[in-house]
């Protein structure tokens, strides 16, 4: 399947006034620095996209969740226990449910622990408002699954704490925004643009490299992997 598109394009005034007023900024600005401002607009503007999207799109029915639960749910077996880590408001732990034998939704912030709680219901599903650490701490169980969703990049230390999990899971889903996702990056880096990072909280941004190198170290050996919708999902097992 492809999009095929009418070669001559309907004129979009928008573009055809910003594009002047490029031409414009072309004639005061070095060229280094009107790219470095294109390069911020773009991400300013993506941003805000982005966050208006929220207003329109349920966090399961987003366009950037389309392959996310697929991915993840043809890779969950029937007699599998799964620990889905940051369950924010359980939409995915629910999703888990209906497949696995057990799901637990751990969630730290306790707003949406309780939210979850009150959403979604099953007796295979349970939700915990606790740090992962913590929990596992006090814990005697051992998980098949371990469900890692834009968990990592928050992470002081991530090789740290997927070492320090080892024990615990089988199988570990990862799921990170993909830094190789738009060669803009690459330009952003290069022209000193403080605009680089996915969300202001995030500590790391992955390129797939990078990712792949983590992995390997944390004892990971890589099963399956997919990148789109600007995003990394991997499925990989521990060499124990």
């Given at each position: 399947m492809h999009l095929e598109l009418p070669r001559e394009k309907e004129r979009v005034w928008l573009l055809s006034i910003?594009?002047?007023?490029?031409l414009l900024l072309a004639k005061v600005l070095p060229p280094q620095g009107l790219l470095k401002l294109l390069l911020d607009l773009e991400w300013i503007?993506?941003?805000l996209a982005t966050e208006q999207s929220g207003q329109l799109?349920?966090?399961?029915?987003?366009?950037s969740k389309i392959e996310s639960y697929p991915f993840i749910l043809?890779?969950?077996?029937?007699?599998?226990?799964?620990l889905d880590l940051g369950s924010f408001l359980g939409h995915m732990s629910w999703a888990i449910s209906l497949k696995a034998k057990e799901v637990v939704g751990v969630e730290i912030v306790?707003?949406?622990?309780?939210?979850a709680t009150r959403l979604f219901k099953r007796d295979n599903l349970s939700f915990v408002n606790e740090d992962i650490i913590d929990y596992l701490a006090h814990t005697d169980r051992v998980f098949d699954v371990i469900i890692i969703s834009h968990v990592l990049e928050h992470l002081c230390n991530p090789l740290e704490f997927l070492r320090s999990?080892?024990?615990?899971f089988k199988r570990v889903y990862i799921e990170v925004p993909d830094f190789d996702a738009t060669p803009l990056n690459l330009m952003r880096l290069d022209a000193g643009s403080k605009l680089i990072?996915?969300?202001?909280?995030?500590?790391?941004?992955?390129?797939?490299?990078e990712?792949?190198?983590?992995?390997g170290m944390a004892g990971l050996d890589i099963e399956k992997e997919s990148f789109s919708f600007g995003v990394i999902r991997v499925w990989c097992k521990f060499i124990h």
């Open positions: 910003i594009y002047r007023v490029n503007f993506c941003r799109y349920s966090r399961e029915s987003h366009p043809e890779e969950i077996h029937p007699e599998e226990t799964v306790s707003e949406r622990f309780e939210a999990i080892s024990k615990s990072y996915t969300d202001a909280d995030h500590v790391f941004e992955f390129d797939r490299r990712l792949r190198k983590l992995i």
